[in-house]
């Protein structure tokens, strides 16, 4: 039977994510460090999340959100947005018993085509056929560093010049966003804020995103100093073990602060990149980038 691809309905969301969680695992398998534990599937409150976020932008851009079908299984998977002049790719993947067969090399055709050639990023695994495929459609594949451990709470510096974000701040966010990346993350700012805490400069000169358990999930800044700053700030609030991830070469200022906290680094996948610059000062998050 040929596999059909169509643009994802609501009806099809908890499909997507139970196929994203099989080909994800899969993927954390057959790449997993010896050090590091055996992947298992996504906890009850992260498909909760998943589910949410897939709803969220199926609303905002359904044109970007596409599945392959073989029948009425649903094998593969990817959601792009367009946000202004930006694009991005939230996720992507294929079933791993489907793989092989151009389902993947279909879904990216389709879904660079509602590109309509914006410039644009996403946040890469180290698959070799999917890395392979991303820069044979023109990116760029800058790698990514993570660090990760607990904070030495003795190394935190004093903090100063930062406040809590609200809505009146999203404006010069997005400015800061387009002169980083292009354009502004416009309507993520809102749903962001619904779950995460949110920290600005006074300056008005960056900002950072920070979840429950003190991660700082997407940081921009006008500058190094700024920036580290509000790294700094996520990582005070961290509790036990943390983690700052999708660190570039041109973002060796989050390396410094990584250090400076007593974190360990490591070496995960690419930014995958094209049509822009390497956004820095900036840690792009995985979901909005």
Known sequence: MTVELRPLTAADVEAAERASDITFVEADRLTRRVSEPEPTPRASTVTKQWIDRTHYFLNQDPAGCWVAMDGENLVGFAFSQNRGRFWFLWTYGVL?????????RRLMDVVLAHADGRPGLFSSSVHPGATRRYRLAGFLLYPQMRMVGTVDRTTLPAITGLREGTADDFEWM????????CDGHGPDHPYMCNSLRLMVTRARDGYVYINDSGRAMLLAAANEESASTLLWEALASSHSNTLVNCITTANHWAVDVGLAARLDIGQEGYLAVRGM???APYLASGHFL
């Not at 791993?96 to 993947?104: E, M, V």
């Not at 997005?174 to 990346?181: E, I, K």
Request: proline fraction near 10%.
């Open 277 to 279: 610059a390497e956004p």
């Open 174 to 181: 997005d400015a800061l966003d387009t002169r980083l990346r």
């Open 96 to 104: 791993p018993s489907h793989q092989g067969r151009g389902i993947g």
